[in-house]
């Protein structure tokens, strides 16, 4: 059986839905088909590349929650435009996308609303990814105290959920979470 090859949409059309140039877009294009070949990459795939940029922990959960964010049409696959688009939010979108987006990502069952459950979820996977070797130690429940903490500030109505209105009116107002957002602005 033939291997089945997805072939990209044009680099005009993506460059119109992006913030990357035909250059930039060539460039990615590129690295992209290195590490897949056929054109898109599956969840196994993409947790192995993913792996090697946190070999000190185990970024398989997180990889996972990452890998569903990007396949935006759920199809089990993120082909290279998925990639793209999620890419070119991250890096360049404004601070009302990339909220969007990470809002996204959280919201692990796409009901429009995050739970204590999810972002506790998403919590213990990234602590997972950054390993038991961090400064300082982290205490065990950790990721816990962490979820108790931003669902406080999040959660204004106090009804046990998280909306898209209340995430990021809560995100507009921490520091942190602003600062964090313009930290890959430049990258390519």
Request: with cysteine.
């Amino acid at each position: 059986m033939a291997t089945v090859r997805h072939r990209p949409e044009a680099l005009e059309l993506l460059e119109a839905q992006s913030k990357f140039t035909k250059k930039e877009l060539q460039i990615l294009y590129r690295g992209f088909k290195n590490e897949c070949p056929s054109g898109v990459v599956n969840e196994e795939t993409f947790k192995e590349i993913y792996s090697q940029f946190f070999p000190q922990g185990d970024s398989t959960t997180y990889a996972h929650f990452l890998f569903n964010a990007f396949d935006t049409d759920h199809n089990g696959a993120v082909s290279f435009e998925d990639f793209i688009r999620g890419l070119s939010i991250l890096l360049r979108g404004t601070v009302q996308e990339k909220l969007n987006w990470a809002f996204n990502l959280y919201d692990i069952n796409k009901d429009g609303y995050i739970t204590k459950e999810e972002m506790l979820d998403i919590m213990k996977a990234i602590y997972d990814m950054m390993g038991k070797c961090t400064y300082p130690v982290l205490k065990e429940d950790a990721p816990r105290q962490h979820v108790e903490t931003f669902f406080q500030k999040m959660d204004k109505n106090k009804d046990g959920v998280v909306t898209i209105d209340e995430f990021i009116e809560s995100c507009q107002k921490d520091e942190n979470i602003m600062r964090s957002m313009q930290l890959f602005e430049n990258v390519i």
